[in-house]
């Protein structure tokens, strides 16, 4: 009996210092934050920058007025190549953009000893709009924010649109809708203008005036901007001049409008928002960019495969990569009600679904939006892409087409 007790006694006493002997295993570093990255400016100096690539403003993210400073982790590789972005202040709507341009940025080789090392940056992008030139009636209050609206891709012609608008107790754009324009010219001014907001004042609750648009065709394309009295309208538009267009500056968006009308010729200019100063990580200094929107270029195409049965991708369609796939519905197929489905969509940046019309039999529309609805889509570009997809409902097959929205 002493015999064991004595026995527990030691091994209480030894077990300890055992344990300690055990070593702890260490943490393993992930992708995004190597252990052999050097901090720049502190460990190492900032590398100095050979390759810019210029972020493409998104034309969704500058028609709705989205702006602000997107703050990047990157990591740049031995050989001065960006090896990874990780986003640590985010501006949805233009993190993508951010992203994709940094990684085609190059830098000079770090070497610490002679040798190349990874080095860790924090790198801020910082997106500005420049306020549009608006001519505006007596008895119209000032623009104080808001993006230009951007041409529809493949503008050969003249082209007008004009947008009825209600402002709220703040001027914002409480209500608007298309009084003038065809579907493109009309939903690009439109979306622009949903996201504008005016002086606010007691005469500018429940304002209603007209904003209309005169697009030139380019390149670059040129915009002007009135905003005119609805119960003048027609009178103002006769006695206004043509407008000639204007070739923008390289600094000036070219849709950021024209000179300044004879009404507010003798006001100051109002001057761009300030963007905010960019709070860089502890880390590591930031490095801000400046980008001026938006480039009236043809997005690159996407050509993807479907990872959904029965779902077929027309020409320049993203990859889809999730989703439901079509079914026939079971009310519809006991009643055997077959036909065609519709439905007009938009893919956005991160590749996520909007559904905006549905069209067809009333038993099949339901399962043909909530198919839509749950599509992901791997996007490669950085704009907006307008989609139709077309379903076929029958006892034979079902089965859906997506294809692109003609320009």
Known sequence: MLKKTAAITLLSLVSPSLRAQTPTPSPVPTAQTPVDAKVAGQEVPVPARKKYVAPEYPAAAAAEGVRGIVILDVVISEDGKVESTRVSRSVPGL???????????????????????????????????????????????????????????????????????????????????VVEGNAAVGEALLRAVKAWRFA??????????????????????????????????????????????????????????????????????????????????????????DVIPVRQEPPPKEQGASAITDVLLGDNIPELVRGRRPVWPPMARLGNVAGDVVVRFSVDLAGKVTVHTVEGPDLLKTAAEQAVASWLFRRTAIDRVPLIATFKFGPDRTFAKVERVAP
């Not at 500005?128 to 119209?140: C, F, N, V």
């Not at 390289?250 to 000179?259: C, E, F, I, V």
């Open 95 to 177: 993190d993508e953009a951010a992203m994709a341009a940094v990684k085609m940025w190059e830098y000079e080789p770090t070497r610490l000893a002679g040798k190349p090392v990874k080095v860790r940056l924090s790198q801020s992008i910082t997106f500005a709009l420049k306020l549009p030139a608006l001519q505006r009636a007596p008895g119209i209050p000032e623009l104080k924010s808001g993006g230009a609206p951007t041409a529809p891709i493949g503008l050969t012609a003249a082209e007008t649109a004009s947008v009825m608008v209600a402002l709220g107790t703040q001027g914002e754009v409480r209500e608007a809708a």
């Open 200 to 289: 606010a004042a007691e005469s500018s609750s429940g304002l209603v005036f007209t904003i209309r648009a005169d697009w030139a065709p380019g390149p670059p394309p040129a915009v002007t901007l009135k905003a005119v009295d609805p119960k003048n309208a027609t009178a103002a538009a006769a006695a206004a001049p043509a407008p000639a267009p204007q070739t923008p500056s390289s600094s000036q968006p070219a849709n950021a409008g024209l000179a300044a009308p004879p009404e507010t010729a003798g006001r100051a200019p109002v001057p761009a928002p300030p963007a905010a100063a960019a709070a860089a990580t502890p880390e590591a200094p930031a490095e801000d960019t």
